[in-house]
């Protein structure tokens, strides 16, 4: 039969593994929030900030406060209760490789892109790149270029998912990163610009 001692040294070491088993799962969490933050920053530096309506104050007289934490491992909260807030850093958009892109991908849509997206012609794909949606709406004489000017494009935002992920110590983040990013094009395109749907259907903003 165990002493009182033996369990309470048992007790301790499970609640040890607990941790440590919490600890490594919470180090490999995405940080979403963060992300989003610094796909919207790298997204108004390339087009500008759209003159998007802020969101709707919330109808219940919370006034911003955080949503309650879950119920449960009450025991963890007290031990690590900013451990997950820890393990989500602000996502590094300064590296070299990241800030020639951007800045790459700025100038082209100022003197190439834009008047397309403006005129209709172009538009925002679900996975975060950019397709020639009405040629049309592209004088004969600009298509080549047209064309040339996506096709790099789609180049270096194929690049910046890469490398976001890869300079963020987790390149199994690629994919995450592109949809946060398709995302905030999409939520940053301007009035008019068009993009696609989560089924691929092109919409109006």
Known sequence: MRTSTQRRL???????ALLLSACVTINVY????????????FVDKVIGPSAQPASPASDGN??????????GLSLLSLIIPDAQAQAAPN???????????QSRMAQRFTASLQASFDAGALGYTKDGLVA??????IALKDRVAVNQAVADDNRDRNAVYREVAVANGHPEWESQIRATFAQQWIAGAHAGWWY??????????
């Open 10 to 16: 048992l007790g301790a070491g499970f609640i040890a």
């Open 30 to 41: 995405f940080p979403a929030a963060q992300a989003q933050e610094a796909a919207k920053q």
């Open 62 to 71: 919370d006034h911003g406060a955080p949503p309650p934490k879950p119920p």
């Open 91 to 101: 996502i590094n958009m300064h590296t070299p490789a990241i800030q020639a892109i």
């Open 132 to 137: 020639v949606r009405d040629a049309t709406k």
């Open 196 to 205: 696609q749907d989560a089924s691929g259907a092109w919409k109006q903003k």
